[in-house]
């Protein structure tokens, strides 16, 4: 008969013994297969060499609209110089017509544009995210109602009805950032609605049916997390679209009004400056061309990342 196997006095019951690898539960499991899933679209993102540069780029904007005022304490009220003064040293911009600072009023302007196209982004991520989720788990009669109805908003002339609105509300830039927001969400929630339609007839959403979970905790637990990748490209190019339908809209005087600026008001004040005092003008509009480029570039690099199928890194 064989022996019975010699215990070790010095090895603790109930653990591996040495030089066994120790048996992971399923939860340590998940945890480490996710630990390397976020890793791998880390390392694939910075592999992207053109995501890499816009995301500096884009930090780069965000420090001087933000971290701009600590370092240039001009006040962008200022109206003690005289108008059109050409750049120096007091003045690295020059002054606009009333003799306000450029550069202060350029990092003021750069911020709130940010901020508005951040706001518009998150805005229009949650209700797009939230109405196409429900509209392809619940299908039916919700799916109905919210796809007409998601139909109805996209055939709205979007621009002409969110210039009535601001110039009707105000011309804050809150008030145009949740504006923009709400005719912003639609592209969206088609999107999501689709996959939500493909990930709800997957094993794991019958499980959690099976086992009485709620709408919400299967929408907001189990689906939302499987369509990462795609909410957050969509809400990266979201931020692309707001810079650039803000800009536009303040350019032709409907968007952002004074006391408060942005980057699009700056151009539309000094358009008529492009010949004789050019600084003015491009100083605005190469901030909202950067913007815009490195967030479509950014974009482009998270699709890539989050894309279990790209083998290869553009260059």
């Given at each position: ?27 340590e499991f998940d945890a480490t297969k996710a630990r390397k899933q976020s890793t791998l679209i880390v ?128 011309g804050s830039w809150y008030t145009v950032a949740f504006i923009l927001a709400a005719f912003a969400w ?130």
């Amino acid at each position: 008969m064989p022996s019975d196997p010699v215990l070790n006095p010095l090895q603790p019951t109930g653990l591996p013994a040495a030089g066994t690898a120790p048996v992971a539960t399923a939860g340590e499991f998940d945890a480490t297969k996710a630990r390397k899933q976020s890793t791998l679209i880390v390392r694939r993102f910075f592999r992207h060499r053109l995501a890499v540069v816009a995301l500096v780029v884009f930090l780069l904007i965000c420090a001087f609209g933000f971290l701009g005022p600590l370092f240039w304490t001009v006040s962008v009220e200022d109206t003690s110089s005289r108008g059109y003064l050409p750049p120096s040293g007091a003045h690295p911009l020059g002054t606009i017509q009333t003799g306000k600072d450029m550069l202060a009023q350029l990092i003021r302007g750069t911020r709130l544009s940010v901020q508005i196209a951040l706001v518009v982004a998150i805005g229009s991520t949650v209700v797009g995210v939230t109405f196409g989720a429900l509209a392809g788990y619940l299908r039916g009669a919700v799916d109905s109602v919210i796809s007409r109805f998601t139909d109805l908003m996209l055939i709205i002339p979007q621009v002409a009805v969110a210039a009535i609105l601001v110039r009707a509300l105000s011309g804050s830039w809150y008030t145009v950032a949740f504006i923009l927001a709400a005719f912003a969400w639609m592209s969206i929630a088609r999107i999501t609605r689709g996959e939500t339609l493909s990930l709800s007839q997957r094993e794991f959403i019958e499980a959690a049916r099976a086992s009485g979970a709620k709408t919400h905790w299967i929408i907001f637990r189990h689906l939302v997390p499987n369509m990462i990748g795609t909410i957050t490209v969509n809400t990266t190019l979201a931020v692309a679209t707001a810079v650039l339908s803000e800009a536009a809209l303040s350019f032709i005087g409907l968007g952002v009004q004074p006391p408060d600026t942005s980057l699009g008001l700056i151009i539309n004040e000094n358009y008529s400056q492009i010949t004789n005092r050019p600084w003015l003008f491009w100083g605005p509009f190469v901030i909202v061309v950067l913007l815009s480029l490195a967030v479509n570039f950014i974009g482009d690099g998270l699709r890539d990342a989050f894309d279990p199928r790209q083998t290869k890194v553009r260059a």
